[in-house]
């Protein structure tokens, strides 16, 4: 089968098509001929070498999810036959024209929705619920600050936290403002730190929000604690500045007994991952079934030119997901 590979870690141009083996089917596999596969930030960070090589007992090859039609089941899966169209998260393997995908981690995809659609759902969606609904554990007219709003995960957050009737506040570039409202944001601020910080507190009287999630990392640290009220929850999901080392004001932390969480989805074990999407079918998807919000596209580009998507994402500036389509 085709599929894109790498021969070294460094710059978009080291992506190229190759001939490589098909995948094995465990027991609770599914085999999946690849429709179309999202692009996230994760897939630059495998690329560059981040995460040093590992693959966390997956496929080596770049891609987080998937959409596609079963061909082959493995011998524990029961509920599922050959034709059955799914969207899945896979711990590696989508920019492929099969993909061995865990039975755990796909649900069917809701009539309506096409494949682009469904590609570019299951990463940004699953980790908006874990981030928004099952870490900040944030109730109906609660407020929470969503930064990066334009971006792929950001943008699920900002419509699963106006869909769960959330005021959702949320930063972007300016040229972006008018997606990300609609989109459902209450209000939408600059991505300027000295900015956003004065209009949350001015847009919630001082209060501060309950939540905070967060993509951008470094510099931001101070402003979100600072836009918290007390109790509140910073959720940091990405550091797409760069900027890993930030310095904690431990007594902001202390005396308003807020609360700092981490969440990663690649280096989640396979049963974490199976309870993500769980979550995911009992929040989200009915909504998505629903068709009360759809996963905004950018760009999609066939899986040969899986190089130019990289490029695309890092020169950012874009709205919604980058999807790779096989052709």
């Not at 029961?78 to 865990?102: C, F, K, S």
């Not at 682009?116 to 874990?130: D, K, N, P, R």
């Not at 950001?154 to 769960?164: K, Y």
């Amino acid at each position: 089968m085709k599929a894109i590979i790498q021969d070294r870690f460094g710059s978009a141009k080291v992506l190229t098509l190759a001939d490589v083996p098909m995948p094995e089917l465990r027991p609770t596999d599914l085999l999946v001929r690849v429709r179309a596969a999202g692009v996230n930030r994760a897939d630059i960070l495998q690329r560059e070498g981040f995460y040093e090589g590992q693959h966390f007992g997956e496929s080596a090859l770049l891609g987080l999810e998937v959409a596609g039609e079963v061909v082959a089941v493995g011998s524990d899966v029961r509920d599922l036959t050959p034709g059955t169209r799914i969207m899945a998260i896979v711990g590696g393997g989508a920019y492929a024209e099969y993909a061995r995908v865990d039975r755990g981690m796909a649900v069917e995809v809701p009539d309506g929705l096409d494949d682009i659609a469904a590609a570019a759902t299951m990463e940004s969606f699953v980790t908006a619920v874990e981030a928004v609904h099952h870490l900040a554990v944030l109730s109906t007219g609660q407020m929470v600050l969503v930064h990066a709003a334009a971006g792929g995960i950001g943008s699920a957050c900002v419509q699963l936290g106006a869909a769960l009737g959330l005021r959702v506040l949320a930063t972007t570039s300016a040229r972006r403002r008018t997606d990300v409202l609609g989109l459902g944001a209450a209000a939408v601020f600059d991505r300027d730190p000295a900015l956003w910080e004065t209009a949350v507190r001015e847009a919630t009287a001082g209060a501060g929000v309950h939540a905070v999630i967060d993509f951008v990392g470094g510099a931001t640290l101070g402003p979100n604690l600072r836009s918290l009220r007390p109790g509140g929850t910073l959720v940091q999901v990405g550091i797409l500045s760069g900027e890993a080392e930030a310095t904690i004001p431990l007594n902001l932390l202390l005396h308003n007994h807020l609360r700092l969480q981490g969440t990663v989805m690649k280096s989640r074990s396979v049963q974490e991952k199976r309870a993500m999407v769980r979550r995911f079918a009992e929040v989200a998807l009915p909504l998505l079934a629903q068709a009360q919000f759809r996963p905004p596209v950018y760009s999609v580009l066939p899986l040969e030119q899986a190089a130019e998507a990289h490029r695309l994402m890092e020169q950012g500036g874009g709205f919604g997901k980058i999807v790779l389509v096989m052709t």
